[in-house]
């Protein structure tokens, strides 16, 4: 399995990025797939999840309302598009895969990408 993030890069606060991950080794539409960051010297914290149908979503409440989820089956890809950055959305992002359910806890999520570098200025 090989999961490949792109999309992140520099902004300034208020600004927006699109971030992506494509899927390679799995039966996509079989995952449930999320998104995670970490931030230096902080643990790593949920983001976002979509089920495999893309009918259930869950937010941390810190992002709810300014980032939003998706996913295309046909081209095993999921996407997180942020908007409203804010300095404190700096961190490395990265994409996580499961073929269970939907969970907001890391340890649940059993393919994992390399991450993507946010970095917010203020």
């Known amino acids: 399995v090989h999961l490949e993030e792109s999309g992140g890069g520099l902004v300034q606060a208020g600004g927006s990025l699109r971030l992506s991950c494509a899927a390679s080794?799995?039966?996509?539409?079989?995952?449930?797939m999320a998104w995670f960051r970490q931030a230096p010297g902080k643990e790593r914290e949920f983001v976002a999840t979509i089920g495999m149908s893309g009918g259930t979503i869950y937010y941390a409440d810190s992002v709810k309302g300014r980032f939003t989820i998706s996913r295309d089956n046909a081209k095993n890809t999921v996407t997180l598009q942020m908007n409203s950055l804010k300095p404190e959305d700096t961190a490395v992002y990265y994409c996580?895969?499961?073929?269970?359910?939907?969970?907001?806890?890391?340890?649940?999520?059993?393919?994992w990408g390399q991450g993507t570098q946010v970095t917010v200025s203020s």
């Open positions: 080794g799995l039966i996509f539409s079989h995952h449930a």
């Open positions: 996580a895969a499961d073929p269970g359910g939907l969970g907001t806890a890391g340890d649940f999520y059993d393919y």
